[in-house]
């Protein structure tokens, strides 16, 4: 069985489409989300009803919980948000319906799962903390803490940088970002897993970030940084 698993969508709706078309060339029977479906960007109804058009099992990361706080009432920092993460938020709890609020802060923080007699862990940050960053240039102190925690596969995002460390003992991959990748090759990230051989391939599929581009020159003229990282090369 061939497995989607995305990360980090941040509401960019060009770059969900070309994944989910991908994903039924690939045929793909079923999909997982690591979380991080809203903020920078401005689609956050229509990301969240294709998530749910294809039965995608979500987590939540941590600008879906600062979100979640926000609809609580929590305001105190809204302001500071924007001015770092730009006006997606605002797109967020001025667009979204009680409905689709109601699924978002419902979503878990982290999943375990067995699928075809392996152990998984689903996780925006790390097994131990929801919010801790590993990064494909992480330690070995950090690589070894990663994989004593009793899975065969462990998939993380949160970073936006596509990771995939296997020693044959255990997996550990980080499908990169769908909507705004940070490793300097443009494209919208994520990964198959195939059960049958427990093989993991890391894709990235080309979109129209020039509609997302236009987007951030109405949204966020001010905020350059929300529309180059999506073209940045190195």
């Not at 499908?175 to 090759?185: A, E, F, H, I, L």
């Given at each position: ?39 920078y ?9 294709l ?36 006006s ?28 075809d ?48 460390w ?39 599929e080309?979109y129209?970030y ?20 999506l073209?940045?090369?190195?």
């Open positions: 069985m061939k497995i989607g698993v995305i990360s980090d969508i941040h509401a960019n709706l060009p770059a969900l489409e070309s994944v989910f078309e991908a994903g039924r060339v690939e045929n793909i029977k079923h999909w997982y989300c690591l979380g991080d479906i809203v903020s960007y401005y689609w956050p109804a229509e990301c969240i009803e998530l749910r058009e294809h039965s995608v099992d979500c987590i939540a990361g941590n600008h879906d919980r600062m979100l979640c706080n926000m609809y609580n009432q929590n305001h105190s920092s809204f302001n500071d948000y924007i001015k770092k993460y730009g997606g938020i605002k797109v967020a709890l001025d667009t979204l319906t009680n409905d689709q609020v109601d699924w978002f802060c419902a979503l878990p923080e982290k999943l375990n799962v067995s699928i007699g392996y152990k998984v862990l689903l996780c925006n940050g790390s097994p131990w903390d929801l919010d801790y960053y590993v990064y494909p240039d992480a330690d070995n102190k950090v690589r070894q803490r990663m994989k004593k925690t009793g899975y065969d596969l462990i998939f993380f995002g949160h970073t936006h940088y596509p990771v995939l296997d020693d044959s003992r255990v997996i550990v991959v980080n499908p990169g970002s769908v909507g705004q990748t940070r490793d300097s090759k443009p494209g919208a990230c994520w990964a198959i897993w195939d059960t049958e051989d427990n093989s993991i391939s890391l894709r990235r080309t129209n020039e509609v997302v581009i236009e987007a951030c020159c109405r949204y966020d003229p001010d905020n350059s940084y929300l529309q180059n990282i073209t940045r090369r190195k």
